[in-house]
């Protein structure tokens, strides 16, 4: 890691004038995107001001004490201000996915659930809180994705409170109520509309009003709320008030916890109220492998990401890839990571605890990645005998239009001052787009049911919020939307080719999808055949020529594609803490 110097209401109707608030909002954003001065201008506890929250480039932050990063400048000005007051990681991280989850509108909700990873300093102990969507106990059946998804059945039981809290409370300093602030502030007050927002709204617009909950939030006048327009969830605030006051029992026991019940079963789900009652987050030791000098750190099944992650590191140990170059540059490379990413697969977990330990131990060691290694060796030397008359580019396919809209999931990582390290990941298991539509208090509910997991069980699913220590240091914490891909991406590219790059160099090398469920998670139907793979046009074309040659189907996407990533870490010379925030979406990094 090379150091660098660097700048450390919505109304329940549209505004009076859409076209005059597009035209203001559009001038804002274009002058707090170039103008220097506006952007280093001093902000509000909890800023209202239009800041740029569009994709794009991000420059590299760094601080002395802390870095917080998050899916939206908001959440990270919050993880911010309760390092301001004192807090450590976790009431920044927490703070954070409270706030993502509530402006990050139509795309995630604090009703869905999560897992987090967490290195303690001091005592120099890791640990992960699994606090994913539960399954209904009576909720036998099959489920059938074409009728099911927008029915009560798709709803699991939510962990995100519960986890949230059970973390809190045990591992950091804040009061619950002082941590939920800011929440509760851009719910009441509202925030304004950013561009990707708003497409999101109008694409989907269709099951936002599906249901008068949702129409009554998103559209009470049969509009959605333009760009610009300040956009507020009264409902969503008086349920994170009571939530403030209460403790999670509001959500899980009593009148609250009625109304979601009645509400689910009144759209063919089975949900009970001791379903939710009984809802308790699991901590649980983490999945450990090293990588050359590095120790590589995740959360155990019934979460599957790390796993994944680290069995995809043990493989590509055995390969000489600095040798070889990096992937954007190198067909050999590139072919390693794709043939790599296809062999982690989720779907060979079964949701059963007892089996899945041993599995899991038998997949991350060292043993088993040197048998995938000579597999994976002999397909590609197969491949460079029989080539291919097909040297020639497909044109872009819609898969990553696709990941965009359901990008349902939002990382946050955080570093403090005493060097405690956390990622933590929140889902609601399909966007808001493709859940049944129902919102109870404000809160749309999770679509985790179309995840493989049984009755009365954790779902499977294969987030990866990753802790990498190096030489027995923190280094860094990244995790993602979109499954294991992106923090696979990170990873990799740290650990082997980040020989002088920084963590936003890192950020913007380009990316690849697959037709694999190593993307999507165990049981998720994908489409394409196993030898097609979608790149950021950055690659090569001698790179991607070569694939075609050696019989891959290549279809170009955009130059930045797939985003949703964050990443924090700490020169371990310096002590410098540093972030980058994926510029393919709309968040930021920043430092105490």
Not at 233 to 242: D, G, H, I
Not at 330 to 349: C, G, N, P, Y
Not at 502 to 514: D, G, L, N, V
Not at 528 to 543: A, C, L, T, Y
Request: net charge positive; hydrophobic share 35%.
């Amino acid at each position: 890691m090379v150091p660098n110097k660097l700048r450390v209401s919505r109304k329940s109707k549209p505004m009076k004038n859409p076209l005059r608030s597009r035209c203001i909002w559009g001038l804002l954003l274009a002058v707090g995107s170039f103008s220097p001065c506006i952007r280093s201008a001093p902000q509000a506890k909890y800023p209202m001001e239009p800041v740029f929250v569009e994709a794009g480039l991000r420059e590299l932050a760094s601080s002395r004490q802390s870095m917080v990063s998050s899916a939206h400048p908001f959440a990270t000005n919050a993880g911010v201000e309760m390092l301001r007051r004192g807090g450590n990681a976790i009431d920044a991280a927490i703070a954070a996915v409270l706030v993502t989850a509530v402006v990050d509108t139509g795309m995630t909700s604090l009703a869905g659930g999560g897992v987090l990873t967490f290195y303690d300093a001091k005592s120099k102990r890791a640990t992960a809180v699994n606090f994913e969507a539960q399954g209904v106990r009576d909720d036998v059946r099959p489920y059938n994705r074409r009728t099911d998804t927008t029915t009560g059945r798709s709803i699991r039981v939510p962990g995100t409170f519960a986890g949230l809290h059970f973390v809190l409370r045990k591992y950091g300093s804040l009061p619950w109520k002082d941590v939920l602030e800011p929440a509760i502030f851009y719910a009441e007050n509202g925030f304004p509309i950013h561009g990707r927002a708003y497409m999101s709204m109008r694409t989907n617009a269709r099951t936002l009003s599906l249901r008068p909950s949702g129409r009554r939030i998103f559209a009470p006048d049969g509009f959605l709320p333009p760009i610009g327009a300040i956009f507020k969830q009264p409902e969503l605030a008086e349920t994170l008030k009571k939530i403030a006051e209460q403790g999670p029992d509001y959500f899980y026991k009593g009148s609250f916890a009625e109304e979601m019940v009645k509400a689910i079963r009144d759209i063919g789900g089975e949900m009970t109220l001791e379903d939710l009652a009984s809802y308790r987050a699991i901590e649980l030791e983490p999945v450990r492998s090293t990588y050359k000098n590095y120790e590589i750190i995740g959360a155990p099944p019934p979460n599957i990401g790390a796993v994944g992650v680290i069995e995809g590191m043990n493989i590509l140990e055995n390969v000489d890839l600095e040798g070889m170059g990096h992937y954007s540059k190198s067909a050999d490379a590139l072919q390693w990571f794709i043939e790599t990413m296809r062999v982690v697969d989720a779907h060979k977990f079964s949701g059963v605890p007892e089996l899945d330990r041993a599995l899991t131990q038998a997949l991350i060691s060292k043993e088993y990645a040197r048998s995938e290694y000579e597999i994976i060796r002999q397909k590609i030397e197969r491949s460079k005998r029989e080539t291919s008359n097909r040297a020639q580019l497909d044109p872009p396919e819609a898969a990553w239009d696709e990941y965009e809209k359901h990008n349902n999931t939002n990382n946050v990582s955080v570093i403090d001052k005493d060097g405690n390290i956390c990622s933590v990941t929140n889902t609601i298991y399909g966007s808001v787009y493709a859940t049944s539509g129902l919102f109870v208090g404000g809160l749309v509910l999770n679509s985790g049911r179309g995840h493989p997991g049984l009755p009365g069980r954790r779902m499977l699913n294969p987030k990866a919020p990753m802790i990498v220590l190096k030489d027995g240091k923190p280094y860094f914490a990244a995790g993602s939307s979109g499954g294991i891909t992106n923090p696979f991406f990170l990873i990799a590219n740290a650990l082997v080719w980040g020989k002088g790059k920084t963590f936003k160099e890192i950020q913007e090398a380009p990316r690849f999808r697959i037709a694999t469920s190593f993307y999507t998670g165990a049981g998720m139907e994908v489409a394409g055949n196993e030898n097609e793979v979608s790149v950021e046009d950055r690659i090569d074309e001698s790179v991607i020529k070569e694939l075609s040659r050696r019989g891959y189907r290549v279809d170009l996407g955009p130059a930045y594609s797939g985003g949703g990533a964050q990443m924090v870490g700490m020169d371990p010379d310096s002590g410098i803490r540093y972030g980058a925030s994926d510029p393919r979406s709309v968040g930021q990094a920043a430092g105490q």
